[in-house]
Structures are given as C-alpha cells and as structure tokens.
C-alpha cells in the first residue's frame, strides 16, 4: 500500500504561481514514476505531469514551458512547480503513484482567477 498527501493548493491570479508537493508513505519502495494529473469540473481526468524514478519527465502539451516536476527520492516527495498560470489550469489535482497498481492522493484545489 502507497499513501499520498498533498499539498500547496490555493486560489491565484492569472499569471502567478503555485507550487503543489505529494508526500509518499507505505511501500515506497514499489513506486515507480510518480505524476500529476487534473480534474476540471465536468471534464475527464487528465495528465499533467509524470516523472520517473531516475528523473525523466514528460508533460501534457497545455503545460510545457509553464509547469515543472521534479521529485526528492530521499524525501519521498514529488513536486509541481507551476507558473504562468491561466483560469483553464482551475482543476483538482491528484498526485499519483505507479506501482504494479495506481495510487491516487486525496487531491487539492486549484484556483486560477482571470
């Protein structure tokens, strides 16, 4: 079993900055890459960001250049670094964890106000 917390959500203006962390418990040692993904009301779950345990990322083509992952193994943590925000980033977002199985965090609301 993996557990997620995270943390760093809010509401911000249009073109400002927040920075998400996903702390990881339990069997960490099962996890493989870890990610974001979004929710916006009445749209499907989407990815947003995905980083590999040796440190290779990719990203959703909405957020590139804008956003950042990085992840602290020695922490168990995984980051979101995202700025130049715009109202279409308003979403809940969901740390994830990849093991033989999906773990998903409780998410955290973001605001983007225009």
């Known amino acids: 079993q993996v557990q997620l917390v995270e943390s760093g959500g809010g509401l911000v203006q249009a073109g400002g900055s927040l920075r998400l962390s996903c702390a990881a418990s339990?069997?960490?040692?099962?996890?493989?890459?870890m990610g974001w993904y979004r929710q916006a009301p009445e749209k499907q779950r989407e990815l947003v960001a995905t980083?590999?345990?040796?440190?290779?990322?990719n990203y959703a083509d909405s957020v590139k250049g804008r956003f950042t992952i990085s992840r602290d193994n020695a922490k168990n943590t995984v980051y979101l670094q995202m700025n130049s925000l715009k109202p279409e980033d308003t979403a809940v977002y969901y740390c994830?964890?990849?093991?033989?199985?999906?773990?998903w965090g409780q998410g955290t609301q973001v605001t983007v106000s225009s």
């Open positions: 994830a964890a990849e093991t033989p199985r999906r773990y």
């Open positions: 980083i590999s345990r040796g440190g290779i990322s």
């Open positions: 339990g069997s960490i040692f099962s996890i493989n890459a």
